[in-house]
């Protein structure tokens, strides 16, 4: 995938990548209209000609979409501009989980607690609307400064009455997790 920093993505001012997986990359960009700090989704490129994926990556938009929850990364915008598919959520300052683990080691069990309790409620909350997350790992959970947790990348997530898209004996998710 091109770096897309210093391009723009409809009204979205593309700034820097701030992440990547499976199905793409993340940039943090700008809203200017709103004067807002964004982080911007887009599928990978070779990805792109994939219907499967490109309904995942929408699914993705559509279901953290309708998620109301302090935890839970808020979707504001999604969006395909010259055969480039994209979302625009909420820009969260903090680490991800794995970073912090990362850098200081096994956390004491209160903070660990601090963590779950936020990300129990985040995942309680969806499954009341019917959505599995799926891809629950420490890449997915910001921490910010203050300690607010959230958990982001809905890419895997399915709703509990849909059963068509995963056949039986496919893995998803990340295997360590």
């Known amino acids: 995938m091109n770096d897309l920093g210093g391009t723009r993505l409809g009204k979205y001012e593309i700034q820097a990548e701030i992440g990547r997986g499976g199905m793409g990359a993340v940039y943090k960009g700008y809203d200017p209209l709103l004067d807002r700090y964004v982080a911007v989704k887009v599928l990978a490129p070779h990805l792109v000609w994939e219907k499967e994926f490109v309904e995942r990556f929408l699914r993705e938009a559509r279901a953290a979409?309708?998620?109301?929850?302090p935890n839970?990364?808020?979707?504001?915008?999604?969006g395909q501009e010259g055969g480039r598919y994209y979302f625009v959520m909420e820009y969260l300052e903090g680490q991800p989980l794995t970073e912090i683990v990362r850098q200081r080691?096994?956390?004491?069990?209160d903070?660990?607690?601090?963590?779950?309790?936020?990300?129990?409620e985040a995942l309680d909350y969806a499954h009341h609307w019917g959505l599995v997350h799926?891809?629950?790992?420490p890449d997915n959970i910001i921490v910010g400064p203050a300690g607010q947790v959230t958990l982001t990348d809905f890419g895997i997530a399915r709703a509990a009455q849909e059963t068509r898209l995963t056949a039986t004996g496919v893995l998803v998710g990340t295997p360590e997790y």
Do not use: N
């Open 72 to 78: 839970i990364v808020t979707i504001y915008d999604v």
């Open 134 to 137: 799926r891809d629950i790992k």
């Open 111 to 120: 903070e660990v607690l601090s963590i779950l309790r936020p990300l129990a």
């Open 105 to 109: 080691g096994p956390l004491p069990p």
């Open 65 to 69: 979409a309708r998620l109301k929850h």
